[in-house]
């Protein structure tokens, strides 16, 4: 039996003056996860390409709370993301 892997995706926020931890802000698969793709880079926000770390937050409710026990999956998110805004070139 063959099965297509069709493509999913996560998107979590974050905003520090309001929440306690990452949310889940939007998840999908196929269509969805097209989408979610597409307004992340029309935004120049970083994807990173984790098949395993989309499958643990897309467990997750939407507006969820990242719990403690993923914190360290988050930071890995996190060190990706600070490398790479760091290399990306400055807008002036």
């Known amino acids: 039996m ?3 892997k069709q493509q999913k995706a996560v998107a979590l926020k ?3 003056s309001e929440d306690r931890a ?6 999908g698969k196929g269509a969805v996860a097209e989408k979610i ?4 880079k029309e935004h120049g926000i970083p994807i990173r390409e984790d098949a395993d770390m989309v499958e643990v937050f ?6 969820e709370e990242i719990p403690p ?3 360290k ?6 060190a990706f993301i600070y490398r790479v805004n760091k290399s990306a070139p400055v807008k002036k």
């Open 37 to 40: 793709i597409a307004i992340a």
């Open 58 to 63: 897309s467990r997750l409710d939407l507006e």
């Open 73 to 78: 999956t988050v930071a890995e998110l996190l």
């Open 69 to 71: 026990h993923l914190y």
């Open 22 to 27: 990452p949310k889940v802000a939007a998840k």
């Open 2 to 4: 063959r099965r297509d």
């Open 14 to 16: 974050y905003k520090k």
